[in-house]
């Protein structure tokens, strides 16, 4: 007997690419069930070869679901998955609003995936921040060799961490540019069309905007609270795939053939790294694909013990899609849960 298993914001990029990767994986669903907000009612949406109805939030009984992807924003989340762990089932929650929640388990399966046990506290397990989620895949077996002391990283956000809004506001300005026509900027704070932004959410009163806090203390829950960390986020106009360029400094000493042999057999990470014109992966290219991708690793000279990686990733699927899925399968996986129609 398989689950049942809701996806809550399924017209959304996230929401829809949950239903993707569902599908991809062959996960052990014997139905699957799309909601959404009631304007959303009727909305036609993809599972694999069969096309699912959008149902209401606010109407559904949640009594036999085993498992909630959640991928609806904060402000439904705080509101709902409370009800919906009440309900029996397990909530997978992408947004922001519980990661930081000491009773809810904050994870990336290829980096802490026994900490999983904690979500009967709540009935809830958070999903990192899509930036985040790549960082700590890359760092973990790093940091299992030479503990890691400090990071700087400097992110290229595509848009589509932004919502399909942004996508479409992209499009459309640099359509305008082509075609002489006005550039109007609504979801970001300047054009975003051949032009980078160094802002990801709103600012906090250091200076530091809300993502860059979001990867600082997102990555020592996750990995290591020692571990000292300083962000810069920056939009970039490209629609998917974010990359980051991370500079480590470590406890021992590591070189660089050493982390790449490391990388190279780590779970989740794929290293394409030749010192040659185009030997790396750009966000074009990891768009569509599971992996972490690896590469410019390098020797920092300007610290002892130091690294230089270049790190990319499809951030709506490990970013987010695929990584709640993983955490529903590391459920699965480890007899955490057991269909409910099953155990009836």
């Given at each position: 007997?398989?689950?049942?298993?809701?996806?809550?914001?399924?017209?959304?990029?996230?929401?829809?690419?949950?239903?993707?990767?569902?599908?991809?994986?062959?996960?052990?669903?014997d139905e699957?069930?799309?909601?959404?907000?009631?304007?959303?009612?009727?909305?036609?949406?993809?599972y694999g070869d069969k096309i699912l109805k959008v149902k209401a939030l606010d109407h559904f009984d949640f009594s036999d679901v085993d498992i909630c992807l959640m991928s609806a924003g904060s402000t439904v989340s705080k509101e709902w998955s409370p009800k919906i762990a009440a309900q029996g089932a397990v909530v997978i929650d992408n947004s922001s609003c519980w990661r930081m929640d000491p009773d809810v388990p904050l994870i990336v399966p290829?980096?802490?995936?026994?900490?999983?046990?904690?979500?009967?506290?709540?009935?809830?397990?958070?999903?990192?921040?899509?930036?985040t989620a790549q960082l700590v895949v890359a760092l973990k077996p790093l940091h299992d060799k030479a503990r890691i002391k400090r990071v700087v990283v400097s992110t290229y956000q595509s848009v589509s961490g932004a919502g399909k809004d942004a996508m479409d506001e992209l499009f459309a300005q640099t359509k305008a540019v082509f075609t002489v026509g006005e550039v109007t900027s609504k979801k970001f704070p300047k054009r975003i069309a051949f032009n980078v932004i160094p802002q990801v959410d709103a600012f906090m009163e250091d200076g530091y905007t809300k993502e860059e806090w979001k990867m600082v203390v997102e990555t020592k829950k996750i990995l290591d609270p020692k571990i000292k960390l300083t962000?810069?986020?920056?939009?970039?106009?490209?629609?998917?795939?974010?990359?980051?360029?991370?500079?480590?400094?470590?406890?021992?000493?590591?070189?660089?053939?050493?982390?790449?042999n490391i990388l190279r057999n780590a779970p989740g990470c794929l290293v394409i790294d030749k010192h040659e014109d185009g030997g790396y992966v750009t966000p074009y290219e990891s768009a569509g694909e599971d992996a972490t991708y690896i590469s410019r690793i390098r020797t920092d000279p300007t610290v002892d013990n130091g690294l230089v990686l270049w790190v990319v990733s499809d951030n709506?699927?490990?970013g987010a899609a695929l990584n709640a899925v993983q955490i529903a399968e590391c459920l699965i996986n480890r007899k955490l849960i057991e269909a409910k129609r099953k155990a009836a």
């Open positions: 007997m398989g689950y049942k298993v809701a996806v809550v914001g399924a017209t959304g990029n996230v929401g829809r690419e949950m239903l993707n990767m569902l599908a991809e994986l062959e996960f052990p669903a699957v069930v799309a909601l959404a907000s009631r304007k959303s009612m009727g909305v036609e949406a993809s290829e980096v802490n995936a026994d900490a999983v046990v904690g979500f009967r506290k709540k009935g809830i397990i958070a999903n990192p921040n899509c930036s962000a810069t986020c920056v939009r970039v106009p490209v629609f998917v795939g974010h990359s980051e360029a991370v500079n480590i400094e470590f406890e021992q000493p590591i070189s660089a053939d050493e982390a790449r709506l699927r490990k």
